[in-house]
């Protein structure tokens, strides 16, 4: 069987990368820019770096910031209507991963009208033609959403949220700025750092894992428990290296899918509108403990990148508790919570249902039944 890799044409990263964005859109010969962000980011100034330099290089362009944290298929409706309205023939997509997934979900749509309800393209839709030229520009180290060929939508009519998978919706360009991602504040680089971390554990045990994929996600969980605390520190050196890390965990998970984690932490987010880092981080222990038998000699590798010394001379269970240990003290480190008092009793059933049925789930190592699932879900309730 052949494995395959989608990667993005081109990739910018360093700081200052975003200078490098009006030359890309003369290059390419673009009109007129639709740039989709959310509106806190509007307020506080971050979109306003590139639209600055959009400005200053006479590139026409319209904002489109009607995006919730878990994007909706309105948010989704609506853009595909403003981008229209526009007369746009590019996008910028500037923001988390909330931004990028409503971005690839609008330039997905203009190109394939047949999926303008948006729940059709659930899965790994049937799309003819590859969306609307995209340059991506992240301002979270997290979701990796700029190199990912998937991205996530909240039904909020049927509670749930649906994983859309395609190499058609891939950013042609990414712009990877630790400046862009200076004004996060703590919480919210603990939260999109552990779910980097999420991406690359997940990605690494997964069921489809191979070896050029092992090589990105060792190399992204090594650079996460190095910066991460830097990074909620708001140190220079932190926010670089987790700009990186959470890139090069992109570049495995987007190919190889996640696990059970992802798949309960969307349900998550669909029921209560969780945020989606502090979910999977909250998770990330939990899980690992759940797959720990099922994943060979793999936590003695994610021990050792987490900075575990002496793994060579241990036993399995030891090093898989060590593994586990290290993920649990990084996130107490950077102030993740350990419970979510909104998760109600009478709510285990159907969330547990939810996260079986969610596209993530599949990639696990390990078969769970509803009621294990529940079991997991008991350990984070208040």
Not at 4 to 24: C, D, F, M, Q, T
Not at 129 to 139: E, G, Y
Request: with cysteine; glycine share 8%; charged share 25%.
């Amino acid at each position: 069987m052949a494995e395959r890799i989608v990667l993005n044409g081109v990739s910018y990263h360093g700081h200052g990368a975003i200078k490098e964005i009006p030359g890309i859109v003369a290059a390419k010969g673009w009109k007129k820019v639709f740039v989709t962000s959310d509106p806190d980011l509007i307020k506080f100034g971050v979109t306003k770096k590139v639209t600055d330099l959009l400005d200053e290089a006479k590139i026409e362009y319209s904002v489109y910031s009607k995006i919730k944290p878990n994007p909706t298929i309105q948010n989704v409706q609506e853009g595909v209507a403003a981008f229209k309205e526009a007369k746009a023939d590019s996008i910028i997509a500037i923001g988390g991963g909330s931004s990028m997934d409503t971005a690839k979900a609008i330039g997905i749509i203009i190109n394939n009208p047949e999926f303008a309800d948006v729940r059709s393209l659930e899965g790994v839709a049937p799309t003819k033609h590859h969306a609307v030229p995209t340059i991506a520009v992240p301002t979270t180290a997290g979701t990796a959403a700029e190199v990912t060929i998937n991205y996530v939508i909240t039904d909020p009519e049927k509670e749930r949220k649906f994983v859309c998978v395609g190499p058609d919706d891939i950013p042609e360009t990414a712009v990877i700025d630790p400046d862009m991602m200076s004004t996060m504040p703590k919480g919210l680089t603990a939260a999109t750092g552990m779910d980097a971390l999420t991406h690359a554990i997940e990605g690494y045990t997964t069921k489809a894992a191979w070896e050029m994929t092992d090589m990105f996600h060792l190399e992204a969980i090594k650079l996460i428990s190095r910066n991460l605390r830097d990074a909620v520190a708001n140190k220079p050196e932190g926010r670089e290296g987790m700009a990186l890390a959470q890139y090069i965990a992109g570049m495995g998970f987007s190919n190889v899918g996640l696990g059970i984690d992802h798949a309960m932490a969307h349900t998550l987010s669909a029921h209560y509108d969780t945020p989606h880092g502090v979910a999977c981080a909250m998770l990330l222990p939990i899980s690992m403990e759940f797959n720990r038998d099922y994943t060979g000699e793999r936590f003695r590798e994610i021990a050792r990148a987490m900075g575990v010394e002496g793994v060579d001379s241990m036993s399995k269970d030891e090093y898989r508790d060590a593994a586990i240990a290290a993920v649990r003290k990084l996130s107490e480190d950077v102030g993740i919570p350990k419970t979510l008092d909104k998760i109600k009793e009478e709510d285990l059933d159907t969330i547990a249902t939810d996260a079986l049925n969610d596209a993530c789930y599949p990639g696990n190592p390990r078969e769970a039944t509803k009621e294990q699932v529940i079991e997991l879900f008991r350990k984070i309730m208040a």
